[in-house]
T-cell receptor
Framework: SQQGEEDPQALSIQEGENATMNCSYK?????LQWYRQNSGRGLVHLIL?????REKHSGRLRVTLDTSKKSSSLLITASRAADTASYFC?????????FGTGTSLTVIP | NAGVTQTPKFRVLKTGQSMTLLCAQD?????MYWYRQDPGMGLRLIHY???????AKGEVPDGYNVSRLKKQNFLLGLESAAPSQTSVYFC???????????FGDGTRLSIL
């Protein structure tokens, strides 16, 4: 399987704290993307980082990419209760995407 | 602008029955994808299409067939449903393969 892995599997933090989740993938990539999934809904794209980029920011999101280690991390700063969701990384190779197993984030008000 | 619409939202089948899941997108995307999501497994690609009239196998294609007769529609078929196909099925689309995907809200399928 080319499926990636994420850790931690679950994360519970207080509102206002930062949340960091990590992703490992298995193949060479064109880019790596992070998605969010609220319970019972489809995935929503958050941010994309290309293979030649090392860091990218979007609002309260910061993504890093280390292609030598085949890993990425997503940092959500100043978390809010509304950030409660599952987060998935997806490595893009050619026409296909390989999703990680996801991190379930709970932000306690 | 509806984005990606999946029908039906829920379905219960008996082992051996057949059915078709429909995905429709109104964004003029070339690429469309079918995934299944199982607990603890994340999403796995079943089949995908790079344009009207084309289909290709993904990571877990066995037991499924697809068709893309119109650019806006991507159909996923189960010819003879098995309990192992109980899952949540997601359709997604994108302009290009390296671009963000837009997802539907899923079809929850149970096979008894």
């Amino acid at each position: 399987s080319q499926q990636g892995e994420e850790d931690p599997q679950a994360l519970s933090i207080q509102e206002g704290e930062n949340a960091t989740m990590n992703c490992s993938y298995k193949t060479s990539i064109n880019n790596l993307q992070w998605y969010r999934q609220n319970s019972g809904r489809g995935l929503v794209h958050l941010i994309l980082i290309r293979s030649n980029e090392r860091e990218k920011h979007s609002g309260r999101l910061r993504v890093t990419l280390d292609t030598s280690k085949k890993s990425s991390s997503l940092l959500i700063t100043a978390s809010r209760a509304a950030d409660t969701a599952s987060y998935f990384c997806a490595s893009n190779t050619g026409n296909q995407f390989y999703f990680g197993t996801g991190t379930s984030l709970t932000v306690i008000p | 602008n509806a984005g990606v619409t999946q029908t039906p939202k829920f379905r219960v089948l008996k082992t051996g029955q057949s059915m078709t899941l429909l995905c429709a997108q109104d964004m003029n995307h070339e690429y469309m994808y079918w995934y299944r999501q199982d607990p603890g497994m994340g999403l796995r690609l079943i089949h995908y299409s790079v344009g009207e009239g084309t289909t290709a196998k993904g990571e877990v294609p066995d037991g499924y067939n697809v068709s893309r007769l119109k650019k806006q529609n991507f159909l996923l078929g189960l010819e003879s449903a098995a309990p192992s196909q109980t899952s949540v099925y997601f359709c997604a689309s994108s302009y290009y393969p390296n671009q963000p995907q837009h997802f539907g809200d899923g079809t929850r399928l149970s096979i008894l």
